[in-house]
């Protein structure tokens, strides 16, 4: 088996260079442990006395209390782990990550649990395999330096073995964590956009997809499995050819009276101590493997491994120039593929095309969400990724973006307007609201601006949470320079009438800014001044038209 890397934890968990510490104090006191009762125990068969029971079983009493401490000390430092590396990941989520939302839920649940193996069972293993064996052959060597010398020769074949399995068992964990990883975000994404599925007829093809995601996941898990029972074989059989290696030839000297019943004894239990510490490190390095997979997902996704950025974030008018953008999500067939269009300041270009043709991924890449795979985007003739890396707040400032369900907080309507805002005045308030046609709905609430919504909005339709997603946009637009707009399907879900107000108070956000919008339907196209016609990732030309 491979040894993993160390991991880098973000933020560092201050028990952790303890813990190391601790469990090598542990391997040794085990090891000490070990000597100790071979020592007896042999002692005890070979003089068939008794005087040596109670310092035996104190010995095995003290071994049974180490083991109990240390699981308990490892399980406590596991979770103190696994929650570090859950507000590490929450953190980053909350100011921005550059992952999609279903991947993010998929690491902080099965990925975070998947590294409780890593700190629970393979550290301490690895610092009893450190320690214990060293400790045997040294023993044995002042008992009987030939035995010691076959282990000391085939010791090394299980770690050789282990090495050589391992490098395969680190491939195939990898790729069942990305098969998870994709079928997880999938699915969450799928059943949040559900009702637009059906609405568009889709459902059917997505359950297709969530099923060829489901059979790579179980291909993936089931060559994991099938690795893992290899390398156990193996590595059985090399410590049991071992042992027998010494036992064989310790029983025939016994029998010709060259070797003393004590020293066989001592030998004989001392032998498969040697060889035990190797075999269940591999088997705890099988386990661990997907949590090591998952520390490089949170080492990514927390930036830990970015290189510093000198750019800064751009300040003129919002030239977007898409270069050959290329996304993949794990598992998946590719999101964009080599996608090139020009958004040109003060122009309103729409992106069109059936349900999954990776509209929303365009948007997403330029939020930040999602990194091209391949390609690149201008930003004002910089590179997008040097300007995320440098300053991602001062881009996201520069964005007013009105999502397809934009969440509405518990709070009253003024505060989910001004979203981030406590201070801010109640007249520019009332100007979004104006803006986007939301003052008659303010109007008609019980306290005006000041009455309190439910989670998600709750008391609203879903037009009039639509419309306060344009005052938020109109809000910011009010405060900041924010030379473009996005909007992901503002009028999915709405009534005709509704639509049509929506529509318009669009229309006025977008007046003199670059506006990229996501549409289904024929109404909203009237808002732009290009169409640009998406279909299974790809964008053609022959389906570009001026509307």
């Known amino acids: 088996m491979t040894r993993p890397r160390r991991p880098d934890l973000t933020p560092p968990v201050p028990s952790l260079r303890r813990h190391r510490r601790l469990l090598v104090l542990g391997a040794l006191a085990q090891a000490g442990l070990i000597l100790a009762q071979?020592?007896?125990?042999?002692?005890?068969?070979?003089?068939?006395?008794?005087?040596?029971?109670?310092?035996?079983?104190?010995?095995?009493?003290?071994?049974?209390?180490?083991?109990?401490?240390?699981?308990?000390?490892?399980?406590?430092v596991a979770a103190a782990v696994e929650a570090a590396l859950r507000e590490a990941v929450l953190r980053e989520a909350a100011d921005g990550t550059h992952r999609r939302g279903g991947a993010v839920v998929t690491l902080l649940t099965k990925g975070v649990e998947a590294v409780e193996p890593y700190f629970a069972g393979y550290l301490p293993e690895l610092a009893v395999a450190a320690v214990v064996p060293p400790a045997v052959l040294a023993r044995l060597f002042v008992a009987d330096w030939a035995s010691a010398l076959v282990i000391l020769v085939t010791l090394p074949l299980i770690p050789v073995f282990g090495a050589l399995v391992g490098k395969h068992v680190k491939t195939a964990t990898e790729a069942r964590w990305a098969a998870l990883r994709g079928l997880g975000a999938h699915l969450r994404d799928v059943l949040a956009g559900l009702p637009t599925l059906r609405a568009f007829g889709r459902e059917v093809f997505q359950t297709?997809?969530?099923?060829?995601?489901?059979?790579?996941?179980?291909?993936?898990?089931?060559?994991?499995?099938?690795?893992?029972?290899?390398?156990?074989?193996?590595?059985?059989?090399?410590?049991?050819?071992?042992?027998?290696?010494?036992a064989v030839p310790v029983g025939l000297?016994?029998?010709?009276?060259?070797?003393?019943?004590?020293?066989?004894?001592?030998?004989?239990?001392?032998?498969?101590e040697a060889y035990l510490p190797l075999r269940a490190l591999g088997a705890r390095f099988h386990a661990s493997a997907e949590g090591l997979a998952v520390l490089d997902e949170v080492r990514e996704l927390t930036g830990t491994s970015r290189p510093p950025?000198?750019?800064?974030?751009?300040?003129?008018?919002?030239h977007v120039v898409f270069e050959n953008v290329t996304v993949e999500y794990p598992g998946r067939p590719a999101a964009l593929r080599e996608v090139s269009f020009e958004l040109r300041p003060g122009e309103t270009v729409a992106l069109a095309g059936p349900s999954g043709s990776g509209k929303s991924t365009v948007l997403a890449v330029l939020l930040g969400f999602t990194r091209p795979a391949a390609g690149r985007v201008l930003v004002d003739g910089r590179d997008l990724a040097d300007v995320l890396d440098a300053d991602r707040d001062a881009w996201l400032r520069r964005i007013a973006w009105v999502p397809q369900r934009a969440h509405l907080f518990a709070g009253t309507l003024a505060e989910n307007i001004a979203l981030g805002v406590p201070e801010a005045e109640e007249t520019a308030i009332e100007a979004a609201a104006e803006a986007a046609a939301l003052t008659p709905v303010a109007a008609a609430l019980p306290a005006g601006f000041a009455t309190a919504l439910g989670e998600r909005g709750e008391g609203l339709s879903a037009g009039q949470r639509q419309r306060v997603a344009l005052a938020r946009a109109y809000f910011r637009c009010a405060r900041e320079d924010v030379p473009l707009v996005l909007l992901d399907e503002p009028t999915a879900r709405l009534d005709n009438a509704t639509e049509q107000t929506v529509i318009q108070a669009a229309r006025t956000l977008t007046a003199g800014r670059g506006a990229l919008v996501v549409a289904h339907r024929p109404a909203l196209l009237k808002v732009a001044d290009r169409v640009l016609w998406l279909d299974d990732g790809a964008l053609t030309e022959r389906r570009e038209v001026t509307v």
């Not at 066989?264 to 498969?272: D, G, I, K, R």
Request: glycine share 8%.
């Open 38 to 76: 071979a020592e007896l125990l042999a002692r005890t068969l070979a003089g068939l006395t008794t005087a040596l029971l109670a310092p035996l079983a104190a010995v095995l009493a003290g071994r049974a209390l180490l083991g109990w401490g240390r699981r308990v000390h490892a399980d406590r």
């Open 309 to 318: 950025a000198t750019a800064v974030a751009p300040s003129g008018p919002g």
């Open 208 to 246: 297709g997809v969530v099923r060829a995601l489901a059979e790579a996941h179980r291909a993936a898990t089931v060559r994991v499995l099938r690795t893992a029972f290899l390398s156990a074989l193996v590595l059985e059989l090399v410590a049991s050819v071992s042992v027998a290696l010494v």
């Open 253 to 272: 000297r016994l029998l010709d009276g060259s070797l003393a019943l004590g020293t066989a004894l001592v030998v004989l239990l001392l032998a498969p």
